[in-house]
């Protein structure tokens, strides 16, 4: 099914703005995004191709089955919750049926968790932002090479200092496993060529040494230690930082730069708001989505707080929700013997096409 199918079939219930435009931070340049609920008809539902979600290619639409959309309320989802909790003039579309899910049915303890997980993992986003920016990794991969030492009485020097000091050719190298030792080798050299050894490693893209046959009594030039953990920690973080690259948001990449910002300010703007809304839920038990202090964060987005002070104020506002949910009267967790009566009245009338 598609957005067009569940139009054409008037399967949606709800439909709203959500994003910055439903917070009140849009800027000129912001997007409109789309959330909603549909139903599924019964032959699906009761059927073998149930549905969840449908959204648009870029995700900026994105619609939730009515049970999804339930079980999402029951677990305290952050932005699930701030969609039931859409002001009247974001609301583009509401069936009567809607009226039944109510925000005080859904809010409890678990937001302190749920919301300070997100806004936790936000600022992970940022700290990984802020160590690519800082520490940008070459076009050209590292060899394993880069990660072998030789031996020498109690120091290692790297290999490859070592092999142009010596003048030596790593491919006329051969290397013979030390028993009894994790990645440590005894290392000869041919200069002749003739002994057939296999040099260290066969080509750049090598991720393992090369081991060679060694007649017995030969001289042993020296011994050398791979740094295999060091490698692979190398491999993940050039992946993940080119992967970065290829998929980062180029636009939003060189505003924080031009901002001066080694974070994604934008993240880190979202994180505030979240806790913010998280210490409304603990302290009032409700959620309103447009935000106060407009100001105050669009600073953080447009890069005139550093990254410090605002860790410092996620940290005060995680403290202060911890606080807070001390005494509130939140219940632990939703009634959800009573949301799923709900949830199933609400498909038997959707079914019986009784409108409420």
């Excluded at 800082?134 to 090479?145: A, F, Q, Y």
């Excluded at 605002?310 to 995680?318: C, H, K, R, V």
């Amino acid at each position: 099914m598609t957005i067009d199918d569940l139009k054409a079939q008037n399967l949606i219930l709800f439909e709203v703005i959500s994003g910055s435009r439903s917070f009140g931070l849009a800027t000129e340049t912001s997007d409109t995004d789309i959330k909603g609920v549909f139903y599924l008809p019964k032959d699906k539902f009761y059927g073998l191709e149930y549905i969840p979600q449908i959204s648009n290619e870029t995700n900026d639409i994105v619609y939730y089955e009515l049970g999804r959309f339930v079980e999402l309320l029951l677990k305290n989802n952050p932005n699930i919750l701030e969609v039931l909790a859409s002001a009247p003039d974001c609301i583009l579309y509401q069936h009567p049926i809607m009226q039944q899910l109510t925000l005080d049915l859904f809010l409890s303890q678990q937001t302190k968790q749920t919301f300070a997980h997100y806004a936790m993992s936000q600022i992970k986003k940022a700290k990984g932002l802020n160590k690519k920016i800082n520490n940008p990794i070459e076009v050209k991969r590292k060899t394993v090479l880069d990660f072998c030492y030789i031996i020498q009485g109690q120091h290692a020097y790297p290999l490859t200092n070592w092999l142009n000091e010596k003048h030596l050719d790593q491919h006329l190298c051969g290397l013979v496993n030390v028993p009894h030792s994790r990645d440590l080798y005894v290392l000869f050299y041919d200069a002749s060529g003739d002994c057939g050894y296999h040099g260290i490693i066969q080509h750049d893209d090598s991720t393992e040494l090369c081991l060679s046959s060694v007649k017995e009594g030969t001289p042993v030039n020296a011994y050398l230690s791979f740094n295999r953990d060091g490698f692979s920690s190398h491999c993940r973080d050039y992946k993940a930082y080119w992967q970065w690259v290829a998929e980062r948001n180029e636009q939003r990449y060189r505003s924080n730069i031009e901002n001066g910002n080694d974070f994604d300010a934008k993240n880190m703007m979202h994180t505030i708001r979240l806790l913010q809304v998280a210490h409304e839920i603990m302290t009032k038990g409700t959620i309103t989505n447009k935000c106060a202090n407009r100001d105050e964060l669009l600073a953080i987005k447009n890069g005139q707080l550093s990254y410090d002070e605002i860790i410092n104020m996620a940290e005060s506002l995680l403290a202060d929700i911890e606080t807070e949910s001390l005494t509130s009267s939140l219940p632990e967790q939703p009634d959800s013997t009573k949301v799923l009566q709900i949830l199933v009245n609400m498909r038997e009338s959707l079914y019986n096409q009784y409108l409420l």
